[in-house]
């Protein structure tokens, strides 16, 4: 067995603090880290073995990202967010989508209707299956939205919907599937999208639309229940700035 090379943190094509990023990043998908947990650099620093510079300009890089708050006489902390602003995200979302939707309705493209039915039939077994993970039914919708989103033939969308994937808010949802925890979540989930295949493929555009906004309503509402019953639901003002 040939023997593993490890690349010291020094040498490897990420900086400190990019890699520090990741780590902490990993923790608040995971939910190590939660809203509202402080982050001392003092502690972070030894915890990794690196410079109190070094944890500070990951706090920085975390805090442009929106991941991060940084409250006076108090230090950083891991953003909160609240419902509101979860319903403003999945409300512009459900909008773009709609307009995909009905763009590929309207395009009556037997490719575009063939490669989606297939997506969909994934989702179905995926959902049908009750020990599938939040994770796998996550990526599978995922890639059928973008799949929407780049065969609509508007050429602005796919930059508008990975601009919305990169909010904080957004990828704490999306980085822990908080829209499919539960088996019934998938299930409901899975009908949506075979209500959305079939509107496309009877070229539909009204009603491919309407769907599509459903399935990010019901998403919306989904992860609202989810946070809530964790206990991560947001404080009512939004305090991520």
């Known amino acids: ?9 020094g040498r490897s094509a990420k900086s400190l603090p990019a890699q520090l990023v990741d780590l902490l990043l990993a923790e608040v998908m995971t939910g190590h880290l939660r809203p509202g947990d402080r982050l001392k650099e003092e502690a972070l620093s030894q915890q990794h073995a690196v410079s109190r510079a070094t944890v500070r300009e990951a706090l920085i890089a975390l805090e442009k990202q929106g991941y991060v708050v940084r409250i006076p006489r108090s230090g950083a902390r891991i953003a909160d967010y609240s419902q509101e602003d979860v319903g403003y995200i999945f409300e512009i979302r459900a909008a773009l989508l709609a307009v995909a939707a009905g763009r590929c309705a309207r395009l009556n493209d037997d490719t575009i209707k063939t490669e989606l039915l297939e997506m969909v039939e994934d989702l ?78 009877l070229g539909s555009q009204v009603k491919a639309e309407r769907a599509a906004r459903q399935l990010l309503e019901h998403s919306a509402v989904r992860v609202s229940a989810n946070l809530a019953r964790i206990g991560q639901g947001g404080s009512p003002s939004k305090r991520s700035g």
């Open 1 to 9: 067995m040939s023997k593993i090379e490890i690349v010291p943190l």
């Open 124 to 201: 179905e077994r995926i959902a049908a299956d009750d020990a599938s993970t939040p994770q796998a039914f996550a990526g599978g919708s995922v890639r059928a939205q973008l799949f929407l989103v780049n065969r609509s033939g508007n050429q602005r969308l796919p930059e508008l919907y990975e601009r919305l994937a990169g909010m904080g808010t957004w990828q704490l949802i999306r980085g822990r599937s908080m829209s499919f925890l539960t088996p019934e979540d998938r299930k409901q989930s899975a009908a949506d999208w075979r209500q959305l295949a079939t509107a496309i493929s």
